[in-house]
């Protein structure tokens, strides 16, 4: 009897992470924070104490719902990335700890564009609304216990259940999940 072959490790693509600024997100979505750009609109209520602009516009087909995530640390390498068909998906830190996340932009195929794969460091000070289909693994955090508020699809949330996991991949009428390893045998490694 043959002995099996032992099983070959991944190929390792390093990510650099870079600040996440405005410019550097727009291929993705919008950085959600302050910004001084955006005229306050026309309410004029609590004698100009209250002072609203719409920073972002979220957009969702379906019910919508907006969980706490509590993140602890994991290794910064990513094996999934996944997309969202029906809406921008925002991630909002809650306490001001910092994060990475690892973004690629929407394309119309099976797979993420590895060559336009980027890694950007969120200070906690703001958080992020992706494009319609941008691809995405999800944030990983610097310090334990960190916490996210993530704007979402409840559709999007239904298919990462179990009975949605197919062969380590899920894909629900909002989610498309890949197993980049599985598919690729490759595996990013997010720098700092």
Same mark, same amino acid.
């Given at each position: ?8 490790p991944?190929?390792i693509?390093d990510?650099?992470?870079?600040p ?7 291929p993705?979505?919008?950085?959600? /924070? ?20 719409r ?33 921008t998906?925002?991630?909002?830190p809650?306490g001001?700890?910092p994060?990475?996340?690892?973004l690629a932009?929407?394309?119309d195929?099976? +797979?993420p ?8 460091l ?6 992020? *609304?992706?494009?319609?289909?941008t ?6 955090a ?5 916490? +996210?508020l993530v704007?979402l ?6 298919? *990462? ?14 989610l ?7 598919? *690729? /045998?490759?595996?990013l490694?997010?720098? *700092?």
């Amino acid at each position: 009897m043959a002995a099996a072959a032992a099983p070959v490790p991944p190929r390792i693509l390093d990510i650099p992470v870079r600040p996440a600024t405005p410019q550097a997100l727009a291929p993705y979505g919008r950085l959600i /924070g302050h910004d001084p750009a955006v005229p306050p609109m026309p309410i004029d209520f609590y004698d100009g104490a209250a002072r609203v602009r719409r920073v972002v516009d979220f957009q969702a087909e379906g019910e919508i719902e907006m969980p706490v995530v509590t993140l602890g640390r994991r290794p910064l390498e990513v094996r999934w990335m996944e997309r969202h068909f029906r809406h921008t998906q925002a991630f909002i830190p809650l306490g001001a700890r910092p994060f990475v996340a690892c973004l690629a932009p929407p394309n119309d195929r099976e +797979l993420p564009d590895l060559d336009r794969v980027e890694a950007f460091l969120f200070d906690g000070a703001a958080g992020f *609304l992706m494009h319609i289909g941008t691809w995405h693994e999800f944030p990983f955090a610097l310090v334990d216990d960190t916490h +996210l508020l993530v704007i979402l699809t409840r559709a999007a949330t239904e298919g *990462l259940v179990r009975d949605n996991v197919i062969q380590n991949e899920a894909r629900g009428e909002d989610l498309d999940k890949k197993d980049l390893e599985a598919r *690729l /045998g490759i595996r990013l490694a997010l720098r *700092l």
